[in-house]
């Protein structure tokens, strides 16, 4: 069983920064690829960012040049940090993995999200 975590969100101004964090835990083979989505009210859930293993990395056309994402291998952590903070950037974040465990194959795993909240 493999579970991610995910912390740092919160109320933030806009302009503000927020470092939102992901760590997976279990019986971890390897992770592939780490990504962050995000969730607004009413509307649907949207990839925001993804890493590759290589570290390759792709983002939505809207935080580009705004938002970084980065990953720490040996621990099993993902990063999303997150600059110049609009209002539309409000939402639920979700971290999700590409996890081979030791008796699986491949699996998309998804955090319980966290909220991030741009408001003055």
């Known amino acids: 069983q493999v579970r991610l975590e995910e912390s740092g969100g919160g109320l933030v101004q806009p302009g503000g920064s927020l470092r939102l964090s992901c760590a997976a835990s279990?019986?971890?083979?390897?992770?592939?690829?780490m990504g962050w989505y995000r969730q607004a009210p009413g509307k649907q859930r949207e990839a925001v960012a993804v890493?590759?293993?290589?570290?390759?990395?792709n983002y939505a056309d809207s935080v580009k040049g705004r938002f970084t994402i980065s990953r720490d291998n040996a621990k099993n952590t993902v990063y999303l940090q997150m600059n110049s903070l609009k209002p539309e950037d409000t939402g639920v974040y979700y971290c999700?993995?590409?996890?081979?465990?030791?008796?699986?194959?491949?699996?998309?795993?998804w955090g319980q999200g966290t909220q991030v909240t741009v408001s003055s």
């Open positions: 279990g019986s971890i083979f390897r992770i592939n690829t």
């Open positions: 890493i590759t293993s290589g570290g390759s990395t």
């Open positions: 999700a993995m590409v996890v081979t465990t030791m008796l699986d194959p491949p699996y998309d795993y």
